[in-house]
């Protein structure tokens, strides 16, 4: 049942998300702990963010949709490229590239903390978890499949916008 319900997602994941291969979704469900680097590659992509790669590699697509993550505040300014990232780490991440709305404690301090609990009381994040444990790729590809969902099926709750759409707008047409 457990491989049936995966490859639901990972079919549902694979439609949604055109950038990315078999060959990447194959990689990261053998990933026994996923770096900052991937999680942010994959997590931006599937959030449709939109970074200009150019005609750069592999290599340089993850670095620098690392570094857009980081520079947004989306990821600690300590986080090695390599090292594993932690439930909470992905929870932030996840909740801002995707423009999440959560709980009031969530948007009124952005933290990583607010996020992960955010994601468990919506049900993304399931089990027995905790907020420093490091994350697998099956478990990314699952928490990511689920806010997909989730997005699909509620279309007339969009997520908050922007604030620079407004920019140009005056007040009273906003």
């Known amino acids: ?31 026994p702990a996923v770096s900052y680097e991937q999680a942010a590659r994959f997590v931006l992509e599937a959030a449709d963010v939109i970074i200009s790669y150019g005609k750069s590699s592999d290599l340089d697509a993850a670095q620098n949709a690392m570094s857009y993550a980081v520079e947004r505040n989306w990821l600690p ?31 009124w301090s952005k933290s990583a903390h607010y996020s992960y ?38 279309p007339w709750e969009l997520p908050e916008q922007p604030e620079e759409i407004y920019a140009d707008v005056p007040e009273d047409e906003q």
């Open 117 to 154: 609990r955010e994601m468990v009381y919506k049900d993304f994040i399931r089990g027995r978890t905790d907020p420093q444990m490091k994350v697998s790729g099956e478990t990314m590809l699952s928490i990511v499949s689920r806010v997909m969902f989730f997005i699909e099926e509620n």
């Open 1 to 31: 049942m457990k491989k049936i319900i995966i490859s639901f997602f990972l079919l549902l994941i694979s439609a949604a998300i055109n950038a990315q291969t078999a060959d990447e979704i194959q990689t990261l469900l053998e990933t």
């Open 77 to 107: 300014k300590k986080a090695a490229a390599q090292d594993a990232i932690s439930l909470e780490s992905l929870s932030l991440l996840i909740m801002r590239a995707f423009r999440l709305k959560g709980g009031p404690m969530y948007t």
